[in-house]
């Protein structure tokens, strides 16, 4: 399996927070890599994209819903008004979308976000800002409403050099017993 369609390690950690057996949003899921990984943790998932075709090469799973939305056309949120214990958005910014999903993340919930930041513009794609986090900015979209568990902001060398940021945190005060 190319390295490329493999979990993010930055998930892979912090999945292991999710309860077990409770819900978990997959938005933008692509290829559905994390959508797999909390399938075969015994999770509900529902996997949410534009061009959910590529979700075919998952193996059949009872526990996976998934919506064909466009998250950007203006359209209402998809989701409606329901909570998930975890939501993951990996290698997707549209940050008109903050707000919902903030709302979408059930008390206790975990939001694990991991995506490209300024200064990946020389390394690859993507290149545009509004696809870029600014330093600090996934730290500045949680503020005052979850925990945060874990922040990093750097450049990394797998799959590809690429400047990324990435974190995890929690609807709710209770401290976390932080996977190794
Ligand atoms: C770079 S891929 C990341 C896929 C996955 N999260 C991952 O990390 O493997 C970005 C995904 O965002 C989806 N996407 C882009 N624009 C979208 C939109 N307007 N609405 C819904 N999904 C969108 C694409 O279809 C694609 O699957």
């Keep these: 399996m190319p390295e490329?369609?493999?979990?993010?390690p930055w998930v892979l950690r912090f999945a292991l927070l999710v309860p077990a057996g409770a819900a978990v949003l997959d938005?933008?899921?692509?290829?559905?890599r994390h959508a797999g990984l909390f399938l075969e943790r015994g999770h509900p998932v529902c996997a949410v994209d534009r061009d959910p075709a590529r979700l075919r090469?998952?193996?059949?799973?009872?526990?996976?819903?998934?919506?064909?939305?466009?998250?950007?056309?203006?359209?209402?949120?998809p989701l409606g008004e329901r909570r998930f214990a975890a939501?993951?958005?990996?290698?997707?910014?549209?940050?008109?979308?903050f707000p919902a999903i903030l709302a979408a993340l059930a008390p206790q919930g975990l939001?694990?976000?991991?995506?490209?930041?300024?200064?990946?513009?020389?390394?690859?794609?993507?290149?545009?800002?509004?696809?870029?986090?600014?330093?600090?900015?996934?730290?500045?979209?949680?503020?005052g409403r979850l925990q945060v568990v874990a922040y990093e902001h750097g450049r990394v060398e797998r799959p590809r050099p690429a400047i990324i940021?990435?974190?995890?945190?929690?609807?709710?005060?209770?401290?976390?017993?932080?996977?190794?």
């Design 57 to 77: 090469e998952l193996p059949p799973a009872p526990g996976l819903e998934v919506v064909q939305a466009d998250l950007e056309d203006g359209s209402p949120w």
């Design 27 to 32: 938005l933008a899921c692509g290829s559905g």
């Design 87 to 97: 939501v993951v958005v990996t290698n997707y910014l549209h940050r008109p979308l």
């Design 111 to 143: 939001l694990i976000y991991e995506t490209f930041a300024r200064g990946n513009e020389v390394l690859g794609r993507p290149t545009c800002s509004d696809h870029l986090l600014a330093a600090g900015e996934l730290l500045e979209v949680v503020e």
């Design 4 to 8: 490329t369609a493999r979990p993010s």
């Design 165 to 180: 940021q990435r974190l995890c945190a929690i609807a709710g005060p209770a401290p976390v017993a932080l996977p190794d």
